[in-house]
Structures are given as structure tokens and as C-alpha cells.
């Protein structure tokens, strides 16, 4: 027989409450909403609708989503909005990924300054992969970057990076042409790395300098100018990841792959395993090993697998997938337009067309014998996932 699928919700639902009163004074408010959003998902508590078959009779109910980013079950819809707005801004040319990765002794500063720290990693490594471009030594044009932040490795654990998506080539200085990167190969990426470490050392000690850094814990020291300044010395010599994949097979294949990073959070259900007594069981993948010992099962106290799901809460209103160059928001119709015509590619829509608006709702459709499925009662959202919920009848 098989096993009913877990999700998260599951987890949160079955320990979170306990481990929430444990944690008294531990947990930010965003972290207790996401709590909340994820364990009231899809149930009683808000709400939802009745619905009955014209044609066998079948009722279904059907409760609606929290649409919380961090909720593994809200984000496919997101995603689609997301692709189908972007997909006009594409270009017939190589597209480029580009990973750059903060080192571990910075993650452990991000963790308690995450608004600044990201903040600074999404504008940093924007600012490096156009400077080096536009520098006639390896490229010399105005290119355009879609950067996006993931703050987990595989494994549940504090591990910020961005991914960026780049054309492969830009605006000359005049405007005039578009440059193409040499086939199959973007930017240096030792070079990259140097900078994107020195700019991202200086605007860290500007930041501290202005005060704007917040140490609790075992960081405290840190709030000292001269203890900073000798944390960020060995931060000069180590190395600073900056990854280069190959390029994509095509626009489509931009498209494809965005659909799964753009709204992905720190784990999907699909990747848990099970949950035994109170330890969850999921697989990750082991990025150091080697061959097929790289997919490996990992166990943990389910307490502990709470914690690190909620190293992961953004703060409020952070953008966590962000615009640059080309491809900014404020400008990128225009500079998108140009570049097609430049490139000689057709124009596509500057607006996705949106559907004419009909009166008459959605025909939902009844599994059981495909006739059409009718609204009868709205359930009220409630106050308490444990109260019964309101009921407004329809017919």
C-alpha cells in the first residue's frame, strides 16, 4: 500500500506548537507567521467553498491556500504569473548562469542583518557582472541581469547565494549595436570573483562605519570598528565562489529553468521522505561527494528541521528576485525593444494580453464524471484552525 504524501504543513501541524511554546522569545514574527500561514494552509481556517456535481451529485470541499512565498504548496501559481509577464523580455541569444556565493563566516553575519547583507549581495554582484562586461578588455557593452536569491543549501543550512540569468551580450557604449559574447563563454569568472570580493569587503565596512549592522549572541563583539575590520582581514585572502554554468540550449530552456528557481523555497514535499516518530527523513544532495553517492537521505529531530525551514523567512517586503540593466524594471521595455531590433528578431508583446473578463466564472469540472461543478456554499475564513468554520449559503 502506498504511503500517503508528507508535506511540510504535516510537520508543522503535528510538532509545531509545542516547539513554538519552547521557543518563546526565539522566533521572529515573520518566522511565526510562516508558521502560521503553513500549518493553516488549505484547511478550515480560511476558508473556502462547497462544491457540488450538475451531473453524479459529488461534493467537494475545497479550503483556500495562505499564498505565504515560503509555503512549499503556494508558489506554482506565483511562478506562472511570474514566467508569462517575462517571457516578452526574451532574446534569440545564449543565456548565461552565474552563481556568486557568500562565504560562511559573512552568512553567519547575514543571518542577523538579512535585509542589509542581501541587500548587499543582490546590488554587489549586479554591479560586478556590469562592470567587468562593460569593460572592452572582456567584453565592452551595457549587458541586463535577473538575479535571485536562494539562502539554503541542499541540506536545509544557512548558505545565501544569488542566481543570475544573463544574456549573453549588450549594448555597445553609443547604443548603436548589440555585442555578442563569444560562443559559449560569458565573463571571466576569476575576475569576476576578485571584484564581487573587494566591493563586497567595502560595502560591508561602509555599512558598518554607518552603523547599520545589528550583532546579538555570539557576534557581539563584532559592533567594535577595529574587531570588525580583524574579522574581515582573512575575508581579503580566502576564496569567493563565483560559479559559471554552461550556457542555456535556448530561450525556452531559460524559461524551463526559471520556472523552477524563481519561486522555489527552502524545500519542496516532494523531496521529504517520511516522518518516524519525531525525526523527518528527506533527501538532499551532497554537492562534495561524488557520482551517484551525491543523493543521500538526511534525518533529523523534527524540532531541528523546523529551525532550519525557518532560517529561511525573508524580512518583510524583500524583494527576493530583482532587475538590473537591460533588463530593469524602469526601462527594460524600451531597452528590450532595441535590443530585438538590433538582433533583427521579430517584436513580441511589450504586455502579456490579458484574457477578456467574463461575468460567468471558471467551469470546474467533476473527476468523477467530468460534468460541471457548482459553487454552493463559501466558507467563512475563521479565527482558529481548531474552530468550526462559518458557513454563507449560497443556494
Known amino acids: 500500500m502506498e504511503r500517503p504524501a508528507i508535506e511540510v504543513a504535516d510537520i508543522f501541524r503535528r510538532y509545531g506548537p509545542a516547539w513554538r511554546e519552547h521557543q518563546r522569545g526565539h522566533l521572529s514574527l515573520g518566522q511565526l507567521k510562516v508558521m502560521t500561514a503553513i500549518e493553516r494552509c488549505r484547511t478550515a481556517a480560511l476558508g473556502g467553498h462547497v462544491l457540488r456535481c450538475d451531473g453524479c451529485g459529488t461534493v467537494q470541499v475545497s479550503y483556500n491556500s495562505c499564498r505565504n512565498r515560503h509555503c512549499p504548496k503556494c508558489q506554482a501559481a506565483a511562478a506562472q504569473r511570474w514566467l508569462q509577464e517575462r517571457e516578452a523580455d526574451l532574446l534569440p ?79 555597445s557604449a553609443d547604443g548603436s549595436r548589440w555585442i555578442a559574447c563569444r560562443r559559449g563563454f560569458f565573463l571571466p569568472v576569476r575576475v569576476l570573483s576578485r571584484l564581487f ?6 560595502e560591508l565596512l561602509a555599512a558598518h562605519a554607518d552603523g547599520r549592522f545589528q550583532f546579538h549572541g555570539e557576534l ?32 525556452q530552456a531559460v524559461l524551463e529553468y526559471l520556472s523552477r528557481y524563481t519561486h522555489r523555497v527552502a524545500i519542496s514535499n516532494s523531496r521529504l ?10 533527501r538532499w544532495k551532497d554537492y562534495r561527494a561524488k557520482g551517484r553517492t551525491k543523493h543521500k537521505t538526511m534525518r533529523l529531530d523534527a524540532s531541528e528541521f523546523m529551525r532550519r525551514f525557518l532560517l529561511h523567512v525573508l524580512p518583510a517586503g524583500f524583494h527576493r528576485i530583482r532587475h538590473y540593466g537591460l533588463l530593469a524594471n524602469g526601462n527594460h521595455k524600451q531597452d528590450i525593444a532595441r535590443a530585438r531590433e538590433l538582433l533583427a528578431a521579430p517584436l513580441s508583446h511589450e504586455q502579456p494580453q490579458e484574457p477578456e473578463r467574463d461575468s ?36
Not at 553567519?108 to 547583507?117: F, I, S
Not at 548587499?120 to 556590469?130: I, K, P, S
Not at 570580493?197 to 567595502?202: H, S, Y
Not at 521522505?273 to 528527506?282: C, K, L, M, S
Open 93 to 171: 541569444v545564449e543565456y548565461f548562469h552565474v552563481v556568486f556565493t557568500l562565504p560562511a563566516q559573512v552568512a553567519a553575519v547575514a543571518y542577523q542583518n538579512k535585509a542589509l547583507v542581501y541587500g548587499l549581495l543582490f546590488d554587489v554582484a549586479a554591479e560586478v557582472l556590469q562592470v567587468i562586461a562593460s569593460d572592452p578588455k572582456h567584453l565592452g557593452a551595457r549587458i541586463g541581469a535577473t538575479l535571485v536569491l536562494h539562502t539554503w543549501g541542499s541540506a536545509l543550512t544557512h548558505h545565501p547565494h544569488v542566481h543570475g540569468i544573463v544574456p549573453g551580450g549588450g549594448f
Open 197 to 202: 570580493r573587494r566591493r563586497f569587503l567595502e
Open 220 to 251: 557581539d563583539a563584532l559592533a567594535d570598528r577595529l574587531a570588525f575590520r580583524r574579522w574581515t582581514a582573512p575575508l581579503r585572502k580566502s576564496e569567493w565562489v563565483v560559479y559559471a554554468k554552461r550556457p542555456f540550449a535556448g530561450p
Open 273 to 282: 521522505v517520511a516522518i518516524d516518530g519525531d525525526e523527518v527523513t528527506f
Open 360 to 395: 460567468n466564472p471558471p467551469t470546474l469540472t467533476c473527476r468523477h464524471c467530468g460534468g460541471s461543478m457548482t459553487v454552493v456554499e463559501i466558507l467563512l475564513r475563521t479565527q482558529s484552525i481548531r474552530g468550526p468554520p462559518g458557513r454563507e449559503k449560497l443556494l
